[in-house]
């Protein structure tokens, strides 16, 4: 029979281990500052073809031509449930046909892509390359800079282009989140200048307005790029 003792022990472990799962606040701003390969792995991301990715010191060109490309993925240290969170990257078409840009979260159980694709010039959400929502008017410049933001915010998911609301849909599924990442354009090169990720209780719609790099409370410790 398991004692009083024993009950609050497993009790307060419970609770210690479901608070791991929930962070409270989760900052994570990078800006590219690398000059290879290397430097960007050691802060945390995996680069699936080196030979695809250039550098700038404060960018990132992700090259594809129409049979090889790479797509960089960030997996946080530890993951987590969170039912309020912003991810957002900064792009530009540069060079090529088509000027998609993306901005990618990943989870236990798959990838959420919130982009433009510059073939159909529609804006797709998708998940695990299922699309979840659809609507055209993507019609990119070249050379000029967009921010794609996708926004958890309780039942709700938004996504937005350079800070205008494209669309609201009602979401209730609540995987574990595990990373970010962007994505290539087909047959072209694409830029970045910075991605973000917060997740906490309290979600700031705009952008981040200053190049602070961000730290994350509590349990959560993310390399970053200093």
């Known amino acids: 029979m398991i004692s009083i003792k024993e009950i609050i022990f497993i009790t307060l472990f419970l609770f ?13 701003l ?11 792995e050691k802060a945390g ?4 073809n080196p030979n ?3 550098f700038t ?7 594809n031509d129409c049979s090889q490309t790479t797509w960089p993925r960030y997996s946080f240290p530890s993951h987590f449930f969170s039912p309020f ?14 000027g998609s840009l993306h901005i ?11 982009w433009g694709d510059g073939y159909s010039h529609t804006f797709i959400l998708s998940f695990n390359g299922k699309t979840l929502f659809t609507q055209g008017g993507y019609f990119p410049a070249k050379s000029e800079w967009y921010n794609f933001k996708l926004i958890r915010k309780g039942e709700e998911l938004l996504g937005y282009f350079n800070d205008s609301l494209v669309f609201t849909l009602r979401f209730s599924k609540n995987d574990r989140i595990e990373g970010i990442g962007i994505n290539s354009a087909w047959c072209s090169k694409t830029e970045y200048d910075n991605i973000f990720f917060y997740s906490g209780n309290y979600l700031e719609i705009s952008s981040p307005l200053n ?16």
Request: charged share 20%; hydrophobic share 40%; proline share 1%.
């Open 52 to 54: 695809y990715i250039e």
């Open 85 to 98: 969170f912003i991810a957002e990257s900064k792009g530009r078409w540069i060079d090529g046909d088509f």
């Open 45 to 48: 991301w995996y680069i699936s």
């Open 16 to 28: 210690w281990a479901y608070s791991l799962t929930f962070a409270s606040d989760i900052y994570f």
């Open 57 to 63: 010191n404060n960018t990132i060109i992700l090259k």
């Open 30 to 40: 990078d800006e590219f500052n690398y000059t290879n390969v290397s430097e960007m």
């Open 211 to 226: 190049k602070t790099y961000f730290t994350s409370k509590d349990f959560l410790s993310i390399p970053l790029n200093l």
């Open 104 to 114: 990618i979260v990943s989870t236990e159980d798959g990838e959420y892509a919130w």
